[in-house]
């Protein structure tokens, strides 16, 4: 990449919206100063938001929409109906290359819907996905898909799989990222068709990844491995289950802490190292699902973050952009269909 | 249920059978007098055991086994050579009546197997599932199927709702169980076809439980219901998921409380009220999966616990029995299909 890159902003998206997004692109500002960013919304109230940052007002075009996609809203009506939209607009700022990435906090379902639309998915890249990276007691990891597609094919998980490793490779900074597919068991036969003919494929393939084979549930918070690749289905319910029993033990800590003087007494020493551990496991850093697989560069924050949060969103935003994700996509795919032509749409195992 | 209850055990399945066998048999004979026990073993190994502890030894009939169930046993190959198996023997103490529950740490597939074969299915019951329990905010939470069976139909899952109902009120003993059904989002239009069609009979069905709709994954924790409803595959990733990340956790706070010596005091000071977050928390305490659905009933522990644990899944076991949770199956299920003969296969919404 040269020269400056442009980052759209959903400026309508999100609970606390606009507020938190200006405020979030203050953050950024700071952390990556060569960035100009595109505000798109109600300027009436993101102006005045504006006039409290004059370094990031410098370095920052407003561009009034009339309109913006309801939280709550159907994406084929966001679709039909939201071609004024806040996100809509950030979107094609993408698409136009005004923008070298967007980022919004708003309804998933219709950003997903908009960015399929509007930005078209990578040659050889069937359908995008949703991903999203967390904490592991090895580091971090990087599981996809979280929720775009609800059943999935071979084609699909083998595709996750290069997208996942390049993603680990931009973002995580890993050279030869480890690859598992979500499973019910290790052994070669269990689980339903797609998924053992997906790892028979990426036994064989010649990837930048190593395939560890199947992994289990437990196998996520272990971090046995860098990527993990599934449907979007158990995906999106194996994040969300693993974000609730994170949520049962930080309330059980909270009551343990509280439930006598001796507790209490010892939470006031031992303050500063879980202040760390706070910190280390803070949603707000792992704020940040990416739409991988299509020609442009689309991040989802949270809905419900802060500025702290949507700024980090930001961050990963301007890592893949950064780093050539969707070029690393696009010369690995190109590997995994030697002769693209048409007729040659699966790989040979 | 009348006069002693006696309870099967496989003395020979488990990471330390047959010791823990033993042991745990022990400890439920003093939690739960009023029973006797078959063990089916080697006798060589069981006997001597047995002489540790008298008045286990009065209550106990030892049925020697010259055969066992390997660990990494391909269920196809269990079922074929393994008739005169300790975990064989066991099922059919059951089928013939000799016992009325069987208990077993073997390998999971060749117990389902083996007891779908040896035991069939409940009427008006397609399919067996594996359910657990397991802690939440709220209290205890059991969720069904946990891999029994990959893929589920509409039929299935509305069996699963009943069975997992019936199974809260036997052992968790709750009157009127809530139940939810685990998707990607809580909006009616969510999730593949199964679901929304199982949802849609669940709405309208008169059955002595609350259904509450679709949940989503971190409502698992957080114990939105008592009763999860969900296909095997995503029922037992998100288990695995929630074990993973529990590891995660104590992990992270036994390192955040070496971290530092004012962290290390803190430990000393806590350490009583960390012991009860521990206790409340042991995955021993909800040892146990239940085969539901069969006629008669089945407890698969977990394959490396200790005699804690395995008392635990006696203990799971001797409540379904004494509970009737078979009679309650059967009663909820004559509701479901009033007029149960044969071309009635399937319920009018």
């Known amino acids: 990449m040269s020269g400056r890159l442009t980052i759209a902003l959903d400026a309508m998206g999100g609970d606390h919206a606009p507020d938190m997004v200006v405020a979030g692109a203050e953050l950024a500002r700071v952390r990556h100063p060569g960035v100009d960013y595109l505000l798109f919304g109600d300027e009436q109230r993101i102006v005045p938001l ?10 920052t075009t407003v561009i009034h929409t009339p309109d913006f996609v309801a939280a709550d809203a159907k994406p084929s009506v966001a679709l039909r109906g939201g071609r004024n939209s806040s996100m809509r607009r950030a979107i094609d700022a993408v698409h136009d290359g005004r923008a070298g ?3 919004s906090a708003g309804n998933t379902g219709a950003l997903m819907a908009m960015a399929k639309i509007v930005l078209k998915t990578l040659p050889g890249i069937d359908r995008p996905a949703i991903a999203s990276f967390f904490p592991t007691l090895r580091g971090e990891s990087v599981m996809l898909d979280l929720g775009a597609n609800l059943e999935c094919d071979a084609d699909n998980l083998v595709q996750f799989a290069v997208m996942g490793a390049a993603f680990a490779r931009s973002v995580l900074g890993l050279e030869q990222p480890t690859v598992g597919l979500l499973n019910v068991g290790s052994e070669e036969q269990k689980g339903h068709e797609p998924i053992r003919e997906a790892a028979a494929r990426l036994r064989v393939l010649d990837l930048p990844l190593r395939f560890e084979g199947f992994i289990e549930g437990n196998d996520i918070g272990a971090g046995k491995v860098d990527v993990v690749v599934t449907d979007g289905f158990t995906g999106n319910v194996a994040l969300k289950t693993a974000e609730g029993t994170a949520k049962f033990f930080s309330e059980l800590l909270r009551r343990t802490f509280q439930s006598s003087f001796l507790a209490r007494v010892g939470y006031v020493l031992a303050r500063s190292a879980f202040a760390k551990l706070k910190a280390r496991t803070d949603p707000r850093r792992y704020n940040g699902a990416m739409f991988l697989g299509l020609r442009g560069i689309c991040v989802k924050s949270h809905g419900g973050t802060d500025a702290v949060g949507f700024a980090n969103a930001i961050c990963v935003a301007y890592d893949l952009a950064v780093q050539g994700f969707n070029d690393r996509v ?7 269909h030697p002769a693209s032509g048409p007729g040659s749409e699966t790989v040979t195992v």
């Open 50 to 59: 504006l006039a409290n940052h004059p370094a990031l007002r410098d370095i």
């Open 101 to 103: 990435v967007v980022v």
């Open 330 to 336: 696009k010369e690995e795919m190109s590997h995994l």
